[in-house]
């Protein structure tokens, strides 16, 4: 079983900046695209950014566009998010999931459905 454990979470100031890792286990992490998507208290789940399996390409939702930023570390099966100019909109539980489509190089899912892994989930607290 493939798990995904989240940390980097914490209380930060609006202008400030945070990095989230995602730790995975198992020995397939390289094949599958990961995201991010967060969850604030009376909102849907929404999707935040995608990372192909490659590392290659990388895809974001408009909110976050150029403050955040997804990377991965293949050979560490670990995926970040690095949070700059954060904003107290960007207040939320903070989760990482692996994709269902393995080697999938084609359009970015933002559903959470099309995810089949996540993560506990981390705490993101911005204030004003």
């Known amino acids: 079983q493939v798990q995904l454990v989240e940390s980097g979470g914490g209380l930060v100031q609006a202008g400030g900046s945070l990095r989230l890792s995602c730790a995975a286990s198992?020995?397939?992490?390289?094949?599958?695209?990961m995201g991010w998507f967060r969850q604030a208290p009376g909102k849907e789940r929404e999707f935040v950014a995608a990372i192909r399996w490659s590392g290659d390409s990388t895809y974001y939702a408009d909110s976050v566009k150029g403050r955040f930023t997804i990377s991965r570390d293949n050979a560490k099966n670990t995926v970040y998010l690095q949070m700059n100019s954060l904003k107290p909109e960007d207040t939320a539980v903070y989760y990482c999931a692996r994709d269902r489509r393995a080697f999938y190089s084609g359009t970015y899912y933002t559903a959470d459905t099309l995810y089949d892994v996540w993560g506990q989930g981390t705490q993101v607290t911005v204030s004003s």
């Open positions: 198992g020995r397939t992490f390289s094949r599958y695209n």
